[in-house]
């Protein structure tokens, strides 16, 4: 069974602090992506990666950094934390132009910053 | 660049209605891949379907079905004689496939809310 995690469920952070969020897929998938879900915002791309040490900025990328020193492994970062990043934070990875391509979502992380 | 439009926000229904989730799109490239996703209330994004550019042949399974049509950008989702259990958001995606930069990247609507009532 295909499997993206998350390290954590929910997470309570000080304004200021540095935060990982990582998440871990085992399906060898290239591709692996970091998204914020707001209510009325729907999904947006903060981070993606099409290889191991390769990142792209998504549509929001103020604020966040990323790291791939592995394939399976794909790490969000708020350097400084801010309450404006309070959020859903989800991790997706996908094969790229195959037929079958599809991203599959880890099940969240929801990070409170106060 | 690539977006992505669901107009619809909420919707509300009585259980057995039909029920049609709008999406339109938007993209340059000739191919491309749509989807959609189902998000129930426990939070975990659910893929329901994945359409390619060239391939516009409605699909339909069991009380789903799709609309593809190039003409108008548009990739509409059906789900007929709705039951509570639809309740949820469902999202349409979009992903590009990007030969030069060897990836692909999901691009989603802001979701719509649907509420089955029995």
């Known amino acids: 069974d295909v499997k993206v995690t998350q390290s954590s469920r929910y997470l309570v952070k000080r304004t200021g602090e540095k935060v990982f969020l990582e998440c871990v897929q085992d399906m060898d998938h290239e591709n692996m992506f970091w998204y914020r879900q707001d209510p009325g915002l729907g999904l947006r791309l903060i981070y993606f990666s099409y290889d191991v040490k390769m990142k792209e900025k998504g549509d929001i990328p103020e604020g966040y950094s990323v790291s791939r020193e592995k394939k399976e492994r794909f790490s969000l970062i708020l350097e400084s934390a801010s309450t404006n990043q309070t959020s859903m934070y989800l991790c997706?990875?996908?094969?790229?132009?195959?037929?079958?391509?599809?991203?599959?979502f880890g099940q969240g992380t929801r990070l409170t910053v106060v | 660049a690539q977006k992505v439009t669901q107009a619809q926000t909420e919707i509300s229904v009585v259980e057995k209605e039909d029920v049609t989730l709008d999406c339109v799109y938007e993209?340059?490239?000739?191919?491309?891949?749509l989807f959609w996703y189902k998000q129930p209330p426990s939070g975990e994004l659910v893929f329901l379907i994945r359409?390619?550019?060239?391939?516009?042949q409605n699909e339909i399974s069991g009380r789903y079905s799709w609309n593809f049509q190039k003409s108008t950008s548009s990739f509409n989702f059906t789900i007929t004689a709705s039951q509570v259990v639809d309740s949820a958001v469902y999202f349409c995606a979009l992903s590009e496939l990007r030969v030069n930069q060897a990836g692909t990247a999901l691009i989603f609507g802001k979701g719509t809310t649907l509420s089955v009532s029995s």
């Open positions: 997706a990875s996908s094969v790229w132009d195959r037929e079958d391509t599809e991203a599959f």
């Open positions: 993209t340059r490239d000739t191919t491309y891949y």
């Open positions: 359409r390619n550019s060239f391939d516009e």
